[in-house]
């Protein structure tokens, strides 16, 4: 039998998903998480954007986006919050975070890792949440980005 796209062979009926497609499909999507965390990680992308292109337009979507979430008391307060995790992120990481489009249902890598934290520090978990900052952000800047995660939970 011919292989597929993938380069992976069909198994008597059944198809198997190349490397790619078993680590895509093993990644939760944003639909997994509550609304506060789609907020966030929507600012995330928008804020990661702003960064990657220097578009002011980025910032003002981020603002424009955070004022019309339901449920959000300081859409402003919310916007530095996470722009001060991103910026403590950058400045404590050998590489770029990876973000992906505000429309895009799947998340990176890193957009999982950010989830994580957050959905951590909201269930107020200080030893989880302190290990998991450590392996994602590196020497120098845990204790920086520990308070930032902390603070975007509470908002």
């Given at each position: 039998?011919?292989?597929?796209?993938?380069?992976?062979?069909?198994?008597?009926?059944?198809?198997?998903?190349?490397?790619?497609?078993?680590?895509?499909?093993?990644?939760?999507?944003?639909?997994?998480?509550?609304?506060?965390?789609?907020?966030?990680?929507?600012?995330?992308?928008f804020?990661?954007?702003?960064?990657?292109?220097?578009?002011?337009?980025?910032?003002?979507?981020?603002?424009?986006?955070?004022?019309?979430?339901?449920?959000?008391?300081?859409?402003?307060?919310?916007?530095?919050?996470?722009?001060?995790?991103?910026?403590?992120?950058?400045?404590?990481?050998?590489?770029?975070?990876?973000?992906?489009?505000?429309?895009?249902?799947?998340?990176?890598?890193?957009?999982?890792?950010?989830?994580?934290?957050?959905?951590?520090?909201?269930?107020?978990?200080?030893?989880?949440?302190?290990?998991?900052?450590c392996?994602?952000?590196?020497?120098?800047?845990?204790?920086?980005?520990?308070?930032?995660?902390?603070?975007?939970a509470?908002?």
């Amino acid at each position: 039998m011919p292989p597929d796209n993938c380069g992976s062979v069909p198994d008597a009926g059944q198809s198997r998903l190349c490397p790619l497609q078993a680590a895509l499909a093993a990644r939760p999507g944003v639909d997994s998480y509550d609304d506060f965390c789609r907020v966030a990680l929507s600012l995330f992308r928008f804020i990661g954007a702003a960064y990657t292109t220097g578009a002011s337009d980025c910032w003002e979507a981020a603002y424009r986006f955070a004022d019309e979430a339901p449920d959000i008391a300081d859409s402003p307060l919310l916007v530095a919050r996470v722009a001060a995790l991103v910026r403590i992120l950058r400045s404590g990481r050998p590489c770029e975070l990876c973000f992906m489009p505000p429309s895009c249902r799947r998340l990176s890598k890193d957009e999982t890792e950010l989830m994580r934290l957050l959905a951590v520090a909201r269930r107020k978990q200080p030893g989880e949440l302190e290990s998991i900052v450590c392996a994602f952000v590196g020497s120098g800047k845990q204790a920086a980005a520990t308070r930032a995660v902390n603070a975007l939970a509470l908002c």
